[in-house]
């Protein structure tokens, strides 16, 4: 047994001289030196110049300095803060720190659509009657709170938790309370009496159905027992099936994840004092696997979420935890060295180095996939939600606007000079060969077999469509059919017309220029992807979009935004770099790039919406294009920051202050409060009833009342409110009508401006 004791200890010796860049193990040490080589090469960050320079934390331009590097560290993406650092594409702090957490995306995608797929597939083999019956209403005794609605897919989530004693105790004290362990519970009636009762109810079917779950859960343990002996060098004990009665026989229990009601769960995630396990289930609203697969359990207890519609996300807990832990784990190793933390945040600043530290505690936790945790805030995520469909499902311009991905595709591939400066010409061909590829099924699948970054992309291109799509997961309905077919089309688009041609753009570039290393074209082509698209995995966020609540309300619709911030702040680090000793080129490049990505891109979305003026109009009074271009420009620039966005906004339609697309719900109530008063004052009048006859008019009076009823239901409402003023135009033979108006919605000046 000594002996064991000691090789198990040697074994962790090794482990912890190791950390992982890219997909090698590599000696500690030698990292340690390549991350500190990197950071050697870089000035002191500015605002440590400015510290140094007083005895205290004082001063105009520190303070200055300081809020600027808070803000800026709040808008950064991690991969593009990292690829800063190292200042070229796939250096070491990015193959060091994003790329193994990237890697852990790609095999949680895989292994949570294997389960998703299999958890579908066991519940459509349920008799459709059965499946029906999951909302219904059962008698449950005095299982719960007096007057409480329980209904039979309560009932199986309930038989879910009692596989083993583990859960079975959690659920106990979780729902009912438990003073020795100091946890407050739900409120409910409860004890295994009751539940036994409770679960008498069930049919055949439905104990096949919970069989089947924990067959299938038990199958992770394996990954869970490796992770624990990487931990501690030993397995873990096996926390036992219980055997459960019911009147069809004895029943083999299992295992299945704690899903805790985080309306009451949830405490803080402490990087700095925690080791990888530790910190991987710090988030106690998250399943924590080594206290329900193993008997070395915290004692910790919740309210249990016995939502029925969730039970493929069950799993997603655990897989996070099977996926991530080596990445956290590597993480950690890295950030929590003394000197190299000590040297990051001389270099770069401790507002930047405290973000890449809070982006990893984010990714432990699983922070961005948790659920809202209070009324408030699930009430406003819902709005959110239904926001988001209401105003990009089926929306013409959200569609036709996605193609516009290639242009900073383009200036990605221009901008990057590892693989030799090439002309536009060259680009344009290579994306001209990539759109002509995304047609043909043999290179998308090429493309989806080798990159897992495009496997998972169309559920991450964006974080709201994202979010909508995880919401209405293992949801069925008519109004969850449309709004997951509307956000699905979104994806599609974006896919096939922008990302598989960028992609295949960048791939083949690489593959020219290094023949025979396939894997880091992948890696490239990926990161091409991601850092001139918007992305909307967890891992893709900037501190600013992993903000929950009323705050989200800020960044919604941002994505894009947020890809275009960090591209057009590496034009600007790249311009102040070069313009001492190369002026002129510097500023051709800084130039060319501003006019590609902003003015071209103010022109491109112009002409989608059918709002470009006239370049010299008639009436002087009215904007030609040079000004329409300047002034969206720099609207397109200013929206890269959230609120100085809606301000700039407001400024580009002429009417102020905007509240943002967070506010439009709020605005469509007040808009359909004041309609509605009109109406009334208007009834009884005669003048108002002829103008009934205008259609126009009549779908204008009531858009407000549409978009208020698309941000309550989540269904499409912006575009319907288009196509009824086309229509409405139609019907009042208005000048110039055409049938894209009732794609568009009519204009009076751009039904003009055809002629």
Do not use: C
């Not at 803000?71 to 190292?86: G, H, M, R, S």
């Not at 200042?87 to 193994?100: D, F, M, S, T």
């Not at 219980?242 to 405490?267: N, Q, S």
């Not at 800020?554 to 057009?568: D, E, G, I, K, R």
């Amino acid at each position: 047994q000594l002996h064991e004791t000691i090789k198990r200890y040697e074994k962790q010796g090794r482990a912890a001289k190791k950390i992982r860049v890219g997909a090698e193990e590599q000696d500690r040490a030698l990292v340690k030196a390549e991350l500190l080589s990197a950071l050697a090469g870089r000035d002191t960050a500015a605002v440590n110049r400015l510290r140094g320079k007083a005895a205290s934390a004082e001063g105009v331009f520190y303070g200055a300095a300081s809020v600027v590097a808070q803000v800026d560290a709040q808008l950064l993406k991690v991969e593009a803060l990292l690829e800063a650092i190292d200042g070229k594409p796939l250096g070491v702090w990015h193959q060091a720190i994003y790329e193994p957490f990237n890697q852990a995306a790609t095999q949680k995608y895989d292994l949570q659509a294997e389960v998703s797929q299999l958890i579908g597939e066991l519940i459509e083999a349920l008799p459709k009657e059965v499946r029906r019956n999951f909302g219904k209403r059962v008698d449950a005794g005095t299982l719960g709170r007096p007057g409480m609605k329980i209904t039979r897919g309560n009932l199986i989530m309930l038989a879910l938790n009692v596989g083993n004693e583990s859960n079975l105790d959690k659920l106990i004290r979780g729902m009912g309370g438990d003073a020795e362990t100091n946890v407050k519970g739900a409120g409910w009636n409860i004890n295994e009496q009751l539940i036994d009762t409770a679960l008498e109810q069930l049919t055949q079917e439905e104990w096949n159905l919970v069989q089947a779950v924990w067959q299938h859960a038990e199958k992770l343990y394996p990954a869970v027992e490796a992770i624990y002996r990487r931990e501690h060098g030993i397995s873990p004990d096996r926390v036992e099936p219980r055997t459960i009665k019911t009147k069809f026989g004895d029943i083999k229990g299992g295992y299945f994840p704690m899903m805790y009601d985080r309306t009451i769960a949830g405490v803080s995630t402490d990087l700095s004092q925690k080791t990888a396990m530790e910190l991987m289930q710090a988030e106690v609203g998250r399943a924590t696997v080594n206290s329900s697969m193993t008997k070395a359990r915290t004692g910790y207890a919740a309210p249990v979420d016995l939502d029925i519609s969730r039970l493929a996300l069950g799993m997603d807990n655990t897989i996070h935890f099977i996926t991530h832990y080596e990445a956290v784990r590597n993480a950690n190793k890295i950030l929590g060295d003394k000197d190299v933390r000590a040297e990051l945040e001389q270099k770069i600043g401790p507002a930047y180095a405290d973000q890449i530290v809070k982006w990893v505690a984010a990714l432990a936790s699983n922070g961005n996939d948790s659920p809202p945790v209070d009324i408030i805030q699930k009430g406003m995520q819902s709005l959110y939600n239904n926001t988001t469909v209401a105003v990009l499902g089926f929306s013409y311009s959200t569609l036709a606007m996605q193609t516009l991905g290639l242009i900073n595709g383009q200036d990605r591939l221009l901008a990057d000079k590892n693989y030799g400066p090439v002309s536009i010409a060259v680009v344009q061909k290579d994306i001209a060969a990539g759109v002509a590829a995304a047609a043909k099924p043999q290179h998308v699948q090429f493309v989806m077999e080798v990159s897992g970054e495009m496997r998972s992309r169309r559920k991450s291109m964006d974080r709201e469509v994202a979010q909508v799509l995880k919401n209405i997961a293992g949801k069925e309905g008519k109004v969850t059919a449309a709004q997951r077919f509307s956000m699905e089309a979104i994806a599609q688009v974006q896919f096939y017309t922008v990302d598989i041609p960028v992609w295949t753009a960048a791939y083949n570039r690489a593959l020219k220029a290094e023949p025979g290393d396939t894997n880091k074209a992948v890696k490239y082509a990926d990161r091409v992807v991601r850092l001139s698209q918007s992305a909307g995995g967890l891992k893709d966020l900037a501190a600013i979009q992993r903000h929950k609540g009323i705050v989200k309300g800020l960044t919604m619709f941002y994505s894009f935004f947020s890809a275009l911030y960090a591209v057009l702040r590496g034009a600007g680090v790249e311009f102040s770099e070069n313009v001492r000793s190369k002026p002129v080129a510097a500023t051709t490049r800084a130039a060319t790039r501003l006019f590609v990505l902003l003015a071209l891109q103010s022109v491109a979305t112009g002409l989608v919406r059918g709002e470009l003026p006239e370049m010299e109009p008639e009436n002087e009074d009215e904007e030609n294009m040079l000004q329409y271009i300047l002034k969206e420009s720099a609207a397109t620039a200013l929206g890269t920051i959230p609120v100085v966005r809606d301000i700039a906004a407001g400024w580009a339609s002429g009417y102020g202050y905007n509240g943002g697309a967070g506010t439009i719900a709020f605005e469509a109530v007040d808009r359909s409060l004041k309609g509605l008063e009109k109406i009334v004052n208007e009834l009884g009048e005669e003048e108002a009833v002829a103008a009934e006859a205008d259609y126009e008019a009549l779908a204008r009076k009531y858009a407000p009342f549409v978009l208020l009823g698309g941000a309550l239901t989540g269904l499409p409402a912006v575009q319907a409110n288009r196509t009824l003023d086309g229509l409405g135009a139609y019907y009042d033979d208005a000048d110039d009508w055409n049938w894209t108006d009732l794609v568009r919605g009519y204009d009076p000046k751009r039904a003009a401006r055809r002629e």
